[in-house]
């Protein structure tokens, strides 16, 4: 008996079965005609590769060391239609019979990839060109006037405000960063959101990375929009209030969120707050530390995991409650829904729910990436597809990568994609083996098991981009995961619901609880003896190479024998071990020098020594690429220097190294360069400086950015940032200029 013959007059069941009926029926899939399942599998197979052959083009269009011109465009183009094309005359010509279809359908995939690499370029530079603006190539220092876009929280527990529509002193509104960002001093009121206002600030460039190959600010600060950082030790004055706006998401936010915060109280309240609203600036850094410690900080980052579990209370809900309406009978209103697709239904309002939850999150790329996974899923329902299968994730990679290429790049993107396909690549082995186990124990296994995948698709990931381990991340998850899905995020959407009645509260005090929970979680598990483990920062190489190896073994899961598949799970196979191997060999720099010449670091048994702690962002990055936990000021108390703090002196190996710093510096600069010494000023040099040295002055460091050198054979080999980046206009004052994005004044 279907739903709609439990609806009708006479039914056999009572309202109970009726409800159940409705709960569980499905929509029909539709079947096509003239398709053989061979070719139903080679174009499922294609749509599973195609994300892969897309990030090939992006990772290859970023990897370049030069700026595309719009000839290289114009061939990537050319050859992307003529892939088309071919893929559609090989098509042509097995119709005739003039070549095997084996062989037709090999150079039609082989075009259509062709395609979709290049497609995968040319998205990149369309991207940029479309995101463009000019950035600020100087210093400086006066009035400030703009409209506040975003107020956060940095690293450094301090607030920030980000403006647009800048105004700056003798600087033309063409050659005007469209964003810029500054710190607050300690205490600042905070300006309301769209209000317009005017400061006096210190203004510079985004700064470049710490270390050749390491991460480049520059680069996501130009996808954002923002073209200068600094700082402001002046009162805020608001020129002009925000305009009343019905829809304003950015006000609407921040007011919730201030609502949630007094409600609820503490850190839970902002971290309440961060899951709902996205405003994480109440969120105190000790916070944060701890519940990067315990594997828990993914949590706060709205993402995948909030917008699955917000979209599947709703969707859960609204089934069964539209089930419950159906199961009345047609007497009533259950009669109007007889026969009705009910998990249609359902995924309407929970996508609808996702939409609004990422509107009031102020839509980043982290909350909008996660909406499309959530949205393209929710699609596959209406649609009567399955709605988590390599189909749908791939799908949603696809819409991702070709609206914000960047994302390709950050661990965000990388992290949630590895989790999901782990999930639905392995979680089927380990289902078909637990029906046999009572339902509790397969409830909990289900958890362990999803954590466990989860954590070791990602940890390899995490390991390299934040050269830490938490050790005890599962069991946290497991603790606080479930908390998550079954009391903070539905009583989020019931205090949503209940708001604008004034019965909030006590969906408020449960959240509470589950934050608390959260929050008690992660301090228990860092407290815990060898918590979290440093690892170095990999050879840049090594992530490619796996990621490599796993497309490798994706492509051979599709339309392939098992000769196929298994040559695939050796390249695989093959290709981890030669990461993982490469990874064991990476050697750190025996010395390194800062961006500015403001600090060094020499690499010794005890770790690495800091001519002096200055320069905290530079010294603090390096001793994180090392594996290092030590701070700053300890690595700068460590033996290896010696002399006066203006005048540093250290050896390596065979070679005297110097650093020179203070007024006098370029004065006594002369006296150092001997001997065949490094000599590293922080100034720079006076003209006509000779001698026997190698000189590392402030004119070079701004010209090739921040070094790295190796010791071999008693000589020194040096890579510099500007060898490993190359000249684009994230990072090339020269290219930005010739694009015309100079940000310099009139």
Not at 329 to 356: C, E, Q, S
Not at 706 to 730: C, K, S
Request: with cysteine.
């Amino acid at each position: 008996m279907t739903a709609t013959d439990a609806a009708k007059p006479g039914g056999s069941r009572g309202w109970a079965g009726r409800a159940l009926a409705a709960l569980t029926a499905r929509g029909r899939v539709s079947a096509r005609s003239g398709r053989s399942a061979g070719d139903l599998a080679q174009r499922a197979g294609l749509l599973i590769r195609a994300p892969i052959l897309v990030s090939f083009g992006i990772g290859l269009w970023f990897s370049l060391r030069f700026e595309p011109g719009a000839a290289l465009y114009a061939a990537a183009g050319a050859g992307m239609l003529l892939g088309m094309a071919a893929a559609r005359r090989v098509l042509r010509l097995a119709d005739t019979g003039r070549i095997p279809w084996e062989r037709a359908e090999f150079l039609r995939m082989a075009a259509l990839g062709t395609a979709l690499v290049l497609s995968g370029f040319l998205a990149a530079g369309l991207r940029l060109h479309m995101v463009a603006a000019p950035v600020m190539d100087y210093r400086y220092y006066g009035p400030v006037e703009g409209r506040v876009v975003e107020i956060d929280r940095s690293a450094r527990d301090r607030m920030r405000v980000t403006l647009d529509r800048v105004v700056l002193r003798h600087t033309s509104p063409d050659r005007t960063p469209r964003r810029v960002r500054l710190s607050l001093p300690p205490g600042a009121e905070l300006p309301p959101t769209s209000a317009r206002v005017m400061l006096t600030a210190h203004l510079g460039p985004p700064p470049p990375p710490a270390e050749p190959g390491a991460f480049d600010f520059r680069r996501s600060a130009f996808f954002a929009g923002l073209g200068a950082v600094g700082y402001t030790r002046t009162p805020i004055l608001v020129a002009e209030p925000p305009p009343p706006r019905l829809l304003d998401a950015t006000a609407a936010r921040l007011r919730l969120s201030k609502a949630m915060q007094d409600r609820i109280g503490g850190q839970a309240g902002a971290v309440a707050s961060a899951l709902v609203t996205g405003d994480r600036s109440g969120i105190a850094e000790a916070t944060n530390q701890v519940m990067r410690d315990s594997n828990l900080y993914h949590i706060v980052s709205i993402s995948g995991l909030h917008m699955s579990m917000l979209a599947a209370f709703v969707y859960g809900a609204i089934r069964l409650a539209l089930a419950g309406v159906q199961g009345l009978g047609p007497g009533m209103i259950g009669g109007a829904l007889a026969g009705a697709p009910l998990h249609k239904l359902a995924a309407l309002v929970a996508l609808a729910a996702a939409t609004l939850y990422l509107w009031v999150s102020g839509g980043g790329v982290p909350t909008e990436r996660a909406w499309v996974m959530v949205a393209v899923m929710l699609g596959a329902v209406l649609l009567d597809r399955r709605a988590i299968s390599l189909r749908t994730l791939a799908v949603a990679a696809l819409v991702i990568l070709y609206l914000a290429p960047e994302a390709l790049v950050t661990p965000g993107f990388q992290m949630s994609f590895a989790a999901t396909a782990a999930l639905i690549l392995l979680f089927p082995a380990w289902s078909r083996g637990a029906q046999t186990l009572p339902w509790v124990v397969r409830g909990a296994m289900l958890l362990v098991i999803s954590s466990l995948i989860a954590g070791l698709a990602t940890a390899p990931l995490a390991a390299a981009h934040f050269n830490r381990s938490a050790q005890y991340g599962i069991v946290a998850n497991l603790l606080v995961v479930p908390v998550m899905g079954s009391v903070v995020m539905p009583a989020g959407v019931i205090a949503a619901v209940l708001a604008p009645l004034g019965l909030a509260g006590p969906a408020l005090w449960a959240m509470g609880l589950g934050t608390r929970w959260m929050l008690w979680v992660a301090e228990l598990v860092t407290g815990w003896g060898g918590a979290v483990m440093t690892v170095p920062v990999p050879d840049w190489r090594v992530l490619p190479l796996g990621g490599a190896g796993i497309a490798i073994w994706l492509f051979s899961l599709q339309g392939a024998g098992r000769a196929t598949r298994r040559a695939g799970v050796a390249m695989l196979l093959l290709a981890l071990a030669g990461a993982t191997l490469l990874w064991m060999r990476t050697q750190r720099p025996d010395i390194l020098i800062a961006p500015e010449a403001a600090t060094v670091g020499i690499m010794t048994p005890a770790g690495r020594a800091l001519s002096k702690p200055g320069g905290a962002f530079a010294a603090d990055s390096w001793l994180r690429a090392d594996g290092d936990t030590a701070a700053a000021p300890e690595a700068g108390a460590r033996m290896g220097w010696d002399g006066p703090t203006a005048e540093r002196r250290a050896r390596l190996g065979g070679i005297e190294v110097v650093h020179l710093t203070g007024k006098s510096a370029p004065q006594r600069a002369e006296s150092a360069c001997r001997g065949g010494a490094v000599v590293i000023l922080a100034a720079r040099a006076p003209p006509g400086l000779t001698g026997d040295c190698l000189l590392v002055d402030q004119t070079e460091t701004r010209r090739s950015g921040a070094r790295a050198g190796w010791l071999r054979h008693g000589q020194l080999h040096w890579l510099t940032e500007a060898e490993m980046t190359g000249e684009r206009l994230w990072s090339s004052p020269t290219e930005r200029r010739r694009w015309g994005l100079s940000g310099r004044a009139r």
